[in-house]
């Protein structure tokens, strides 16, 4: 069973659009983490939301924690080609067993042309 | 400052085959954390090292292991390759246990 469920899958968008992404779960996250990897690259931190509601903005792209701390979205605004890559959704599994895992969504793989 | 970095790139071997891929941490990281993304899939967690010592492992069977070395950088070896152990194999160092994780750009093991 997969912990955090990503939608969609696969996306392919025009530059100029908007898009939005989505992780959800039915466990409850003190916190939650975007990657986004790009082909032949590992993943690469874009933001971590702790607060239910919280809402965190990098530059065109807009981060949201639900309030229940069981999802969270991505929205992208006037999406470009570089922005193109695999957005994964990730929290950190902190137990005896594991460390201090990071546990991932399967992703949403983004293709923006031109 | 330089990232986090594999070796090597790409690798094929056969079925039952041993592989050892490599990971430099970053400077300054005490903790590597090794993760296997199928095609298609999200990175999932091997194990972690924290200061030479296992610190955590995920749902793969003994024939994953791994070492860190003193210096931090750390051995991921596979034995017995199976068809479904092509995957990326990604690195990640952090400061400490907890800290952010940064991944390095991963080892493409293709097995035949």
């Known amino acids: 069973t997969q912990l955090l469920e990503q939608s969609p899958q696969f996306l392919s968008i025009q530059e100029g659009e908007n898009l939005t992404v989505y992780c959800n779960s039915s466990s409850v996250f003190s916190s939650l983490q975007w990657y986004r990897q790009e082909p032949g690259e590992g993943p690469v931190l874009l933001v971590t939301?702790?607060?239910?509601?919280e809402v965190k903005k990098l530059k065109r792209l807009t981060f949201q924690f639900g309030d229940a701390r069981k999802d969270s979205s991505l929205h992208i605004t006037a999406a470009q080609p570089g922005d193109t890559g695999l957005y994964l959704c990730a929290v950190v599994a902190s137990n005896s067993n594991s460390g201090y895992a990071l546990n991932f969504g399967k992703g949403t793989s983004l293709l923006v042309t031109p | 400052e330089t990232g986090v970095t594999q070796s090597p790139t790409h690798l094929i071997k056969t079925r039952g085959q041993q592989v050892t891929l490599r990971c430099s941490s970053q400077?300054?990281?005490?903790?590597v954390s090794w993760y296997q993304q199928a095609l298609g899939q999200g990175p999932q967690f091997i194990f972690q090292y924290y200061r030479e010592e296992e610190n955590g492992r995920g749902n793969f069977p003994p024939r994953f292991s791994g070492l860190q070395f003193p210096n931090y950088s750390s051995e991921l070896n596979v034995n017995a390759l199976e068809l479904d152990d092509s995957a990326l194999y990604l690195c990640a160092s952090s400061l400490q246990p907890g800290n952010e994780q940064f991944f390095g750009p991963g080892t493409r093991l293709t097995v035949l």
């Open positions: 400077s300054g990281h005490n903790t």
């Open positions: 939301v702790v607060t239910g509601g």
